[in-house]
């Protein structure tokens, strides 16, 4: 009987030592469950766990937010519970990966969850603007400052310092400030996006023709130069300055290197070496896939039949992103309004090796 009460004690300790994060609710599978899950994806399987038996959750991350997530409620901006958030991009930084969600019941505003890179555990929710998309997030290393799409009267592009990140905490009326926020021309709707040598690549998803990519040089202070001979005058300045934005002149455009038409149902871009990669997927009921481009074999136009390569990802699939070798898949179906007619449940960031999917 002592030695029951001494285990109950035990763990009331260790309670108060080390108190539950509600944000981070860990409901789902297992790392081992997760793991078993993909067996039937082979080569997606092999380049994922292949070569980390000896490494923390066999590189994965439990995605935050999928049960329950702390966020603002876009009427009161009282601090409130979603259990609707949908992950949409991923991007790692020096110390962090970043995860951004929306709330698919337009209740709450939209987050950035921000795991630790090392540890793989959770930090904490940043509470953006409004209700953005957030289909891409990625991140200019040169600058420190994460970049995401937004949504509104045209496609937009916005920036948040990392600082800024890091400082943020939630509570009631906070939401984290843009440094930078422009509209586009040359894509009608941004939902992927990724970062390469001063460059952002912003793409958007189409269901029934060919998708669109566009390239954005940044300046030697990191911000998108801007085209200041077209304007748009439905930007509702007073919904920015509302919302917390940094009052930088959205009504103007990003000024773009270029365009190029893309595949249709598109939902990450990434670049490797020589290579530039798509995630593409629509609906549980078909697998999703990863393409690979050879960048010097590619003109204008990026079809099916220009890829080296592609494989078979479970259904959801949803931004990509390379570094160290190492591919990062964040699947969206997880999320309420797809679990349960998920074949294949995935609520975890999935690394693949680069190189096992090159061999193959």
Known sequence: ??????????????????????????????????????????????????DKEEVPDYGMYKIPGLYNAKTLNLKTNDISD???????GIALT???????????????????????????????TVVLPKHPHLGGIAYDPKHQRV???????????????????????LKRDSVISYHQQLSLKEVSHASALTYTSGVLVVGYFTLNEYGRMATYRLNDQGELTIDSHEKISSFDQGERVHSGLTPVPSSQFARSLGSWKTLDMIQGLTFYQDYLLMSQSWGPDRPGKIYFFNLDKVDRFFSI????????TPPYVEQIT?????????????????????????????????????SK
Request: charged share 20%.
């Open 1 to 50: 009987m002592h030695t029951k009460n001494y285990k109950i004690l035990f763990l009331f300790l260790l309670l108060l030592i080390f108190p539950l994060k509600a944000e981070a609710a860990h409901h789902g599978l297992t790392v081992d469950q997760q793991k078993d899950s993909l067996e039937d994806y082979h080569h997606f399987y092999h380049a994922a766990f292949s």
């Open 82 to 88: 979603s259990r609707t958030m949908t992950p949409q």
């Open 94 to 124: 020096e110390k962090y990966l970043l995860i951004s969600a929306y709330s698919h019941d337009h209740q709450n505003h939209s987050v950035i969850y921000m795991l630790d890179r090392q540890t793989h555990r959770f930090i904490k």
């Open 147 to 169: 970049w995401v799409t937004t949504g509104g009267p045209l496609a937009g592009l916005a920036s948040i310092d990392l600082k800024e990140l890091e400082a943020y905490q």
């Open 305 to 312: 039949k220009d890829a080296e390569f592609s494989i078979d």
């Open 322 to 358: 390379a570094i160290d070798d190492q591919l990062y898949t964040l699947f969206e179906g997880g999320a309420w309004p797809y679990r349960t007619r998920n074949p294949v449940l995935v609520d975890h960031v999935i690394q693949l090796t680069i190189k096992e999917l090159l």
